[in-house]
């Protein structure tokens, strides 16, 4: 093997220098660029080198501009290599992208590995790795970091209070990047796009490198903290970590110790969080205590914005990088650690493209760079716990709040034969009343957003059904509007019953805007704010409803978005009114997730000095499931889970691959599953279990008639051995160009 030194440009920082592998040379005749490119063929593509270059001088992880078909498109250089002579004749490239590979080393191994893992090809797996105005063939942005300045008098010209003056009292101290405006004044973009309208103030750039100061001090950690610190510390390259800690322990704490060494060894930190709205509390943290710039990853951002974040990592620039999922691909010059924050999280696994594990794939990249992968929770996943207990992962315990913080009172309320008024008993108002009037706040808990589950006719029992999914949709904007929340279909309710012309419908169950709207009557001299996907979809809004709360009495209606690491200090009651649901699902993992979510949700509570408590309304008080979370906690709800899963043959103790297929019709789905069926039993692979063709517990969705196969082995090399005979079967089976169909490797969700 032969190989070639590449030097980066870098802005003013130092350099990188990137060594990639190569192939043998070959005369250059016959020689070609093997080029990945985003389509749904498992193939690499040929192509002469462009403009009668050589294609020897071509970066292996490159991009380039090739013709395909009556398009152009942007690909990967995945190889150079040895040209077909019996092929018809090569077409030429147009354009070579990159002097130097954006994807190369590490990465560009980890993204391959990617690729025959999950069965995806290789184009489309490198494609998701880039962002978008890179895959589109746009040139690598400038690094520096936005900001905004007033200019002169500009704070004399705005008489007025209000975001506007604000946001000018901050300018006028000296320019700010948008990073710290957006910890200083959460949503302040509206006030600055109206301020430079008038000349008032103009956005510039700031060095990338500019350390802004560390504002606030690191707190002494307590004996389990230092204890979990060093033992992260005292790893000498690759090992992984589960800290699992009780909500509140301070695990963010040791993640910030952690990762201070690592940047005073001058190495990159990578801490993945699972929702966009994690981001901006998480970023405000680590900016006042690391004293580096701390740079934010996740779709929130627009598409200059993550090119920019993306290529300062690759140029090694931004040491400290906070993402969601889609961070997993930043590029790591110079890596130092992994953090997955809240591991257990579903949102994790991307459900629909390349179906991939950000924290799974952690583990991947965190070996091949050979640096410590940290993962921490309150409510470890069954498949890290195992991991754990076999000794696969080191396992760090913080069985203690920190500070002063006790856990909170759990009360169990047997909501049966009681009056309920939207949902809510009257002995949890009068509570909800109580914890007002004594300053403190709340949250009340209900998974489930819109007004109501389903419209119904008291008259006839009609009730309104998504003709594309036939599912009940749900009722918004106080029985106005119905929208289904699997396809998305929305339109006006009737005015009257379609079936009997009654006008008697009424919305039935409760959601976020129905227990919204009844605690703003309920409680009119206090704040009540809703927190679910509905209410949070411009930039900052979480953030801007959390600060309008601030530290004032109020009430916070929310979904799952509220039970995922935030810190309200001022919260001492929880309230969780909607959790029967969960009970009785017939998703095996469907109990994990539900305690899961009762205890994040609850870990909410008392976690500063003031005492929290957590109210449970159920109709089931006696079920096996509360009563181990109550009386023994998580660790005892998976110890059982665990015991009964491995008797079960479930995860962790099986592996699973999922094939599912949709077409407009019922048969076509099934013919194709019957096929695959059929591959895999000719495998050959012991043990391989294939269970189907099977509807789907959900059988139509947005107009399609959807089916599944799930194939299962005790090993996941079995498996993976398995995928690798059937898939090319499938891919040029007949039945597969009537239909969509799509492989997903370790399901998180069984729909």
């Given at each position: 093997?032969?190989?070639?030194?590449f030097?980066?440009?870098?802005?003013?920082s130092?350099?990188?220098?990137?060594?990639?592998?190569?192939?043998?040379?070959?005369?250059?005749?016959?020689?070609?660029?093997?080029?990945?490119?985003?389509?749904?063929?498992?193939?690499?593509?040929?192509?002469?080198?462009?403009?009668?270059?050589?294609?020897?001088?071509?970066?292996?992880?490159?991009?380039?501009?090739?013709?395909?078909?009556?398009?152009?498109?942007?690909?990967?250089?995945?190889?150079?290599?040895?040209?077909?002579?019996?092929?018809?004749?090569?077409?030429?490239?147009?354009?070579?992208l990159?002097?130097?590979?954006?994807?190369?080393?590490?990465?560009?191994?980890?993204?391959?590995?990617?690729?025959?893992y999950?069965?995806?090809?290789?184009?489309?797996?490198?494609?998701?790795?880039?962002p978008?105005?890179?895959?589109?063939?746009?040139?690598?942005?400038?690094?520096?970091?936005?900001?905004?300045?007033?200019?002169?008098?500009a704070?004399?010209?705005?008489?007025?209070?209000?975001?506007?003056?604000?946001?000018?009292?901050?300018?006028?101290?000296?320019?700010?990047?948008?990073?710290?405006?957006?910890?200083?004044?959460?949503?302040?973009?509206?006030?600055?796009?109206?301020?430079?309208?008038?000349?008032?103030?103009?956005?510039?750039r700031?060095?990338a490198?500019?350390?802004?100061?560390?504002?606030?001090?690191?707190?002494v950690?307590?004996?389990?903290?230092?204890?979990?610190?060093?033992?992260?510390?005292?790893?000498?390259?690759?090992?992984?970590?589960?800290?699992?800690?009780v909500?509140?322990?301070?695990?963010?704490?040791?993640?910030?110790?952690?990762?201070?060494?690592?940047?005073?060894?001058?190495?990159?930190?990578?801490?993945?969080?699972?929702?966009?709205?994690?981001?901006?509390?998480?970023?405000?943290?680590?900016?006042?205590?690391?004293?580096?710039?701390?740079?934010?990853?996740?779709?929130?951002?627009?598409?200059?914005?993550?090119?920019?974040?993306?290529?300062?990592?690759?140029?090694?620039?931004?040491?400290?990088?906070?993402?969601?999922?889609?961070?997993?691909?930043?590029?790591?010059?110079?890596?130092?650690?992994?953090?997955?924050?809240?591991?257990?999280?579903?949102?994790?696994?991307?459900?629909?493209?390349?179906?991939?594990?950000?924290?799974?794939?952690?583990?991947?990249?965190?070996?091949?760079?050979?640096?410590?992968?940290?993962?921490?929770?309150?409510?470890?996943?069954?498949?890290?716990?195992?991991?754990?207990h076999?000794?696969?992962?080191?396992?760090?315990?913080?069985?203690?709040?920190?500070?002063?913080?006790?856990?909170?009172?759990?009360?169990?309320?047997?909501?049966?034969?009681?009056?309920?008024?939207a949902?809510?008993?009257?002995?949890?108002?009068?509570?909800?009343?109580?914890?007002?009037?004594?300053?403190?706040?709340?949250?009340?808990?209900?998974?489930?957003?819109?007004?109501?589950?389903?419209?119904?006719?008291?008259?006839?029992?009609?009730?309104?059904?998504?003709?594309?999914?036939?599912?009940?949709?749900?009722?918004?904007?106080?029985?106005?509007?119905?929208?289904?929340?699997?396809?998305?279909?929305?339109?006006?309710?009737?005015?009257?019953?379609?079936?009997?012309?009654?006008?008697?419908?009424?919305?039935?169950?409760?959601?976020?805007?129905?227990l919204e709207?009844?605690?703003?009557?309920?409680?009119?001299?206090?704040?009540?704010?809703?927190?679910?996907?509905?209410?949070?979809?411009?930039?900052?809004?979480?953030?801007?409803?959390?600060?309008?709360?601030g530290?004032?009495?109020?009430?916070?209606?929310?979904?799952?978005?509220?039970?995922?690491?935030?810190?309200?200090?001022?919260?001492?009651?929880?309230?969780?009114?909607?959790?029967?649901?969960?009970?009785?699902?017939?998703?095996?993992?469907?109990?994990?997730?539900?305690?899961?979510?009762?205890?994040?949700?609850?870990?909410?509570?008392?976690?500063?000095e003031?005492?929290?408590?957590?109210?449970?309304?159920?109709?089931?008080?006696?079920?096996?499931?509360?009563?181990?979370?109550?009386?023994?906690?998580?660790?005892?709800?998976?110890?059982?889970?665990?015991?009964?899963?491995?008797?079960?043959?479930?995860?962790?103790?099986?592996?699973?691959?999922?094939?599912?297929?949709?077409?407009?019709?019922?048969?076509?789905?099934?013919?194709?599953?019957?096929?695959?069926k059929?591959?895999?039993?000719?495998?050959?692979?012991?043990?391989?279990?294939?269970?189907?063709?099977?509807?789907?517990?959900?059988?139509?969705?947005?107009g399609?008639?959807?089916?599944?196969?799930?194939?299962?082995?005790?090993?996941?090399?079995?498996?993976?051995?398995?995928?690798?005979?059937?898939m090319?079967?499938?891919r040029?089976?007949?039945?597969?160009?009537?239909?969509?169909?799509?492989?997903?490797?370790?399901?998180?969700?069984l729909?």
């Amino acid at each position: 093997m032969c190989a070639q030194t590449f030097t980066t440009p870098n802005a003013g920082s130092a350099k990188l220098v990137a060594t990639v592998a190569r192939l043998p040379r070959m005369s250059s005749d016959r020689a070609v660029l093997r080029v990945a490119l985003p389509v749904p063929l498992a193939r690499l593509f040929d192509y002469r080198a462009p403009g009668g270059a050589h294609a020897e001088h071509a970066a292996v992880g490159g991009r380039v501009r090739v013709p395909f078909g009556s398009r152009e498109l942007i690909g990967v250089v995945a190889e150079v290599g040895d040209g077909d002579p019996s092929a018809r004749e090569t077409r030429e490239a147009l354009d070579l992208l990159d002097v130097a590979p954006l994807l190369h080393g590490e990465l560009l191994g980890s993204l391959q590995w990617l690729s025959r893992y999950v069965h995806a090809p290789l184009g489309e797996v490198l494609a998701t790795a880039l962002p978008a105005d890179l895959r589109q063939g746009q040139p690598l942005p400038d690094t520096h970091i936005a900001g905004w300045r007033a200019m002169a008098g500009a704070l004399e010209r705005v008489t007025r209070d209000g975001a506007p003056r604000r946001l000018l009292a901050l300018l006028a101290q000296g320019a700010l990047s948008e990073d710290a405006l957006d910890d200083l004044q959460p949503g302040w973009r509206t006030a600055a796009r109206g301020l430079a309208k008038r000349g008032l103030v103009e956005e510039l750039r700031i060095d990338a490198t500019a350390a802004p100061v560390a504002t606030q001090p690191a707190p002494v950690l307590n004996d389990e903290q230092r204890a979990a610190a060093e033992a992260i510390a005292g790893i000498d390259g690759f090992g992984a970590v589960l800290l699992d800690g009780v909500t509140g322990s301070g695990k963010t704490e040791v993640y910030l110790h952690a990762i201070a060494q690592c940047l005073a060894r001058g190495r990159q930190a990578l801490v993945l969080v699972p929702e966009i709205g994690l981001a901006p509390q998480t970023l405000a943290r680590f900016r006042a205590r690391l004293g580096v710039p701390v740079h934010a990853l996740h779709s929130g951002l627009n598409d200059t914005e993550r090119a920019r974040v993306w290529t300062a990592a690759w140029r090694g620039e931004a040491r400290v990088i906070v993402g969601t999922r889609s961070a997993i691909f930043t590029p790591l010059p110079h890596a130092g650690l992994i953090v997955v924050d809240e591991e257990h999280d579903g949102s994790y696994k991307q459900q629909d493209g390349i179906r991939y594990h950000a924290r799974d794939f952690a583990l991947v990249r965190g070996k091949a760079l050979g640096v410590p992968v940290v993962l921490g929770s309150a409510t470890p996943s069954l498949e890290s716990l195992q991991n754990a207990h076999a000794g696969r992962y080191a396992h760090l315990r913080l069985m203690q709040r920190a500070g002063n913080a006790k856990p909170p009172s759990v009360r169990v309320l047997d909501i049966r034969k009681r009056q309920l008024d939207a949902g809510l008993s009257n002995e949890l108002i009068a509570k909800l009343e109580a914890t007002l009037q004594a300053g403190g706040q709340a949250l009340v808990f209900k998974n489930r957003r819109g007004y109501a589950p389903v419209l119904l006719c008291h008259d006839c029992g009609w009730s309104a059904q998504c003709k594309r999914c036939e599912a009940p949709m749900t009722v918004h904007a106080a029985g106005r509007r119905l929208q289904c929340h699997h396809c998305g279909a929305r339109q006006p309710a009737p005015q009257a019953c379609p079936d009997c012309g009654g006008l008697a419908l009424q919305p039935q169950g409760v959601g976020t805007e129905r227990l919204e709207e009844r605690l703003i009557e309920r409680f009119p001299d206090f704040n009540v704010l809703r927190v679910d996907r509905g209410s949070t979809r411009r930039r900052d809004a979480l953030e801007t409803l959390l600060g309008e709360l601030g530290a004032q009495p109020g009430v916070l209606v929310g979904t799952q978005m509220l039970a995922k690491g935030h810190d309200l200090p001022n919260l001492t009651l929880v309230a969780v009114v909607g959790i029967d649901e969960g009970l009785f699902s017939a998703d095996f993992r469907a109990g994990e997730k539900l305690a899961q979510l009762l205890i994040q949700v609850a870990g909410r509570a008392g976690r500063a000095e003031r005492p929290g408590e957590v109210w449970l309304q159920t109709h089931h008080p006696e079920h096996p499931l509360l009563q181990t979370l109550i009386n023994g906690g998580y660790h005892a709800f998976a110890d059982a889970e665990l015991a009964l899963r491995e008797a079960a043959g479930f995860p962790p103790f099986a592996h699973l691959a999922l094939v599912r297929a949709e077409a407009k019709d019922a048969a076509s789905p099934l013919a194709f599953l019957e096929v695959a069926k059929a591959a895999f039993r000719e495998c050959g692979v012991a043990g391989l279990e294939v269970h189907g063709p099977l509807p789907a517990p959900m059988p139509r969705r947005a107009g399609f008639q959807r089916s599944q196969l799930l194939v299962s082995s005790p090993q996941r090399r079995a498996l993976q051995a398995a995928l690798d005979m059937a898939m090319p079967v499938l891919r040029d089976a007949p039945e597969a160009r009537r239909l969509r169909w799509s492989l997903d490797v370790d399901p998180v969700d069984l729909y």
